[in-house]
């Protein structure tokens, strides 16, 4: 069974930095293109990010590019998204997914909340 679990979100100030990780088990990580969605309060869900599997190529979505940076550690079954310059758009729960496009798998979720 693939399990996605989601950590390190929180509640950050404008301007802001987090960084989100989803570890993976049941699957062969390293096989798998991985993305962020997000869904923020009153929303659907949002495409943020996407990494290859092997060559670690990614792309953003307009609304966090050069903000938010996505990578992976394939020895440790691990996908990380490095938020910074955070804004109070940006807050959403946020889930990791398998695939580039996104499947519907995805972890449980992590609350990000930018406030001041």
């Known amino acids: 069974e693939v399990q996605l679990v989601e950590s390190g979100g929180g509640l950050v100030q404008p301007g802001g930095s987090l960084r989100l990780n989803c570890a993976a088990s049941g699957l062969t990580f390293s096989s798998y293109a991985m993305s962020w969605v997000r869904q923020a309060p009153g929303k659907g869900l949002e495409w943020v990010s996407g990494i290859t599997s092997s060559c670690g190529r990614t792309n953003n979505a307009d609304s966090v590019k050069g903000r938010f940076t996505t990578y992976r550690d394939n020895a440790k079954n691990t996908l990380y998204l490095q938020m910074n310059r955070l804004k109070t758009e940006d807050t959403a729960v946020y889930y990791c997914?398998?695939?580039?496009?996104?499947?519907?798998?995805r972890g449980q979720g992590t609350q990000v909340t930018v406030s001041s």
């Open positions: 997914a398998t695939g580039w496009p996104p499947t519907t798998v």
